[in-house]
Each structure stands twice: as C-alpha cells, then as structure tokens.
C-alpha cells in the first residue's frame, strides 16, 4: 500500500517535521509514502502535485498546503474515490482534516502575556494566504479585546526567519513602543530575536517573545524561545492512522479532528 503526500516547502521547519512524523508512522505500518512538494502554495500547483500522486496510484492522500474551502473541495473532487486528508484547511469545512486548535493556541499566548503585566503588544503574522496564519491572528485579537487591548502594531511576514528578521526591524523603525512580540511561528521568531538584539533590546528584560510550532531548534534559540507547541509527531501518526481508516472504510463519515496545543514556557518571557 502507497499513501501519497502534498507537501509545503520542505525546507520550512513544520513541513519538515510534518512529513517526518508521516513517514515513520507509515512504515511503522508497513506502508509506502510518495511525496509531491510545492514551493509557493498555490492552487495549480497543488492540482499538478495531485495529479501526479494519483497517476502513481496512491491508495489516499494526505495534502499539507494551505488551502481555501473551495480549494480543498476543488481538490477533492479530483480525487474521486481515492481517500484524502487535508491538515492545513478551516477546521468549519466539512470534509476530512487534522488540524491544530489555534484558537486555543493563540489564547494560552496572549494570558501568559497578560499574566506578566504586558500592555503593549505587537503582533507578527503569518501569509494572509494562509488560513492557519489568519486563524491565529485572529486568536490574538480576541484574546486581546477580551483584556479590552488592542495590538500596538500589526507586521506580516511570509514564515521565513529572515521575514522575521525584516519585519521586526521595521516594527523597531515606528517608534511605536512594545514590550512583547506575539509571532506566528518559529521560524520568524528566530528572525525577531535577531532584530531585537542588534537594536539593543534584550529579551526578555526590555521585550517578550513568544512564538508559535515550538519546532526541535526552538529550545536552542537564545535565548530559548518560549513557544505554543503544535504536536507534529502525534500530527503525523494521526493523519497517517486517519487515512489508513478511509481507505478501508470508504464511507467513513467526514470528520474534523482538531488537536490540542500546549504553551512551552522557556526564556523569551517575563
Ligand atoms: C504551519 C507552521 O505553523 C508554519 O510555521 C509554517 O511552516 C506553515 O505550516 C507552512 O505551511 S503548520 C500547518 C500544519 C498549519
């Protein structure tokens, strides 16, 4: 048995780590994975990469890119009767996913902020194009209108530690003062702890960092990044025991999975 993956850019550190935990899983079970990857999301791309799954007759796929509902239900047409499995989609649409709680997520960030007497601040988002970066940007601004606080600023990078880098510099740049920095994940957060000390602001005596993935170098950062982890490897063997199901029950149910998220409090906070 083959079962087909979908995958972001690799080379980003959840991606990796996702598609890690799939294929251990998988042959723990005696399975093969294929994997198709695509650089820049995007909804041709993903069609292509199905495609080529398919012509190579993966008995289900599990598709890691950020899709739109009418994406994910584009590419679930095409995939007719072979089972797939989506793990970066809305968790509202009905259809097959695992997706993480970023609600809760974005929560257990904003009180720990607040629990530490913090007032003012920023936030640094993911791709608008990703529905899992405006969840989480979302999150943030509940939690903070529920402390009547608006964020001080609001900068979007694209994932990447040097967005991260360049945002944070330019967040500096507006004089807009913050004590602590929300980051949507990792890898930007890496980027920001950069930016902060070559201005001169330490972390966390003058600025709060928290980011978002808590990925395996996180706790090597410096200073080590206190973080929302997102459990890739139980990710990982739930997708791969998910699919495995609908492909011996075909008519299973659609069902929405949502997995819970921790706060991992290291030394970016206080
Ligand atoms: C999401 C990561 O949180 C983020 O850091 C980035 O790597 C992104 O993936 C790439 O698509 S995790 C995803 C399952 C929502």
């Known amino acids: 048995h083959t079962l087909g993956l979908v995958t972001s850019n690799l080379s980003w550190h959840a991606p990796s780590q996702i598609a890690a935990a799939i294929k251990s899983r998988a042959s723990h079970l005696h399975f093969n994975v294929v994997m198709s990857m ?9 069609k292509n990469a199905v495609n080529g799954l398919l012509a190579q007759r993966v008995d289900g796929l599990i598709v890691n890119i950020p899709l739109e509902d009418e994406q994910a239900q584009a590419i679930a047409r095409m995939c ?13 649409l009905a ?6 709680d970023a609600a809760a997520g974005s929560h257990l960030a904003v009180e ?6 913090h007032q003012q601040i920023a936030l640094l988002c993911g791709p608008q194009d990703s529905v899992s970066a405006r969840l989480r940007q979302q999150g943030w601004q ?3 209108a529920q402390h009547h606080l608006n964020a001080v600023a609001q900068l979007r990078g ?6 991260g880098y360049l945002q944070t510099l330019a967040l500096i740049s507006l004089n807009t003062p913050f004590t602590a920095l929300l980051v949507a994940n990792d890898q930007m957060a890496l980027g920001a ?7 001169g602001l330490s972390v966390p005596a003058r600025v709060s960092v928290i980011g978002y993935d808590d990925t395996e170098d996180s706790a090597c950062f410096i200073p080590p990044l206190t973080t929302i982890k997102q459990d890739f490897r139980a990710l990982g063997s739930a997708c791969v025991d998910r699919l495995i199901a609908q492909i011996h029950t075909p008519d299973l149910p659609a069902h929405a999975s949502v997995l819970p998220v921790s706060l991992i409090k290291r030394q970016t906070t206080a």
């Open 95 to 100: 259809t097959h996913s695992i997706t993480f």
């Open 38 to 46: 695509i650089e820049q999301p995007d909804l041709s791309a993903c």
């Open 193 to 199: 702890l950069r930016a902060l000390h070559e201005s």
């Open 142 to 144: 509940q939690a903070l």
């Open 158 to 163: 694209d994932w990447s530690s040097l967005s």
């Open 112 to 117: 720990h902020l607040i629990e530490q007497g």
């Open 80 to 92: 007719g009767r072979v089972p797939v499995l989506f793990v970066d989609v809305s968790p509202e």
